[in-house]
């Protein structure tokens, strides 16, 4: 762009309604390497925009990931609850049952002792 500003002739002159401007070749550098650098700069924004664009896609995703996994996790925990609620019932009938067969056992045994004594008893007299 600044050789075709320096190939022009060695003063431009801009005509306004009311007034008319000329520029040397040295302000005609200055407005071509500002015009550059402003295009270059552009360029740069429009880069990190898409940059900034596609981190946000990226950010989006992952929190999409991560929310299934806390739903996962969440289904787990309970899983865990219902199961720990499951073998608490179990344990407590185990218990009951443990406890029941206990009485029972006393029982037959209190039987058999009963018996065998009216038994001796009968025999013995």
């Known amino acids: ?3 075709v500003l320096i190939s022009w002739t060695a003063s431009f002159s801009q005509v306004s309604a009311d ?3 000329c520029y040397g070749v040295t302000i005609l550098k200055k407005i071509a390497f500002k015009l550059t650098e402003g295009q270059r700069c552009d360029t740069l924004l429009s880069i990190c925009d898409s ?3 596609n981190r946000d896609s990226v950010i989006m995703f992952k ?3 991560i929310d299934g996994f806390e739903s996962e ?3 787990k925990e309970s899983i865990i609850l219902a199961k720990k609620e499951e073998l608490r019932v179990v344990n407590l009938q185990l218990k009951k049952t443990k406890t029941k067969l206990a009485w029972t056992k006393a029982g037959w ?3 058999t ?3 065998s004594a009216s038994s001796i008893y009968l025999l013995v007299r």
């Open 1 to 3: 762009m600044a050789l």
């Open 19 to 21: 007034t008319t401007k």
């Open 51 to 53: 940059q900034i664009a």
């Open 63 to 65: 929190d999409i990931v």
């Open 73 to 75: 996790s969440s289904l």
């Open 109 to 111: 045994l209190s039987t």
């Open 113 to 115: 002792i009963a018996l």
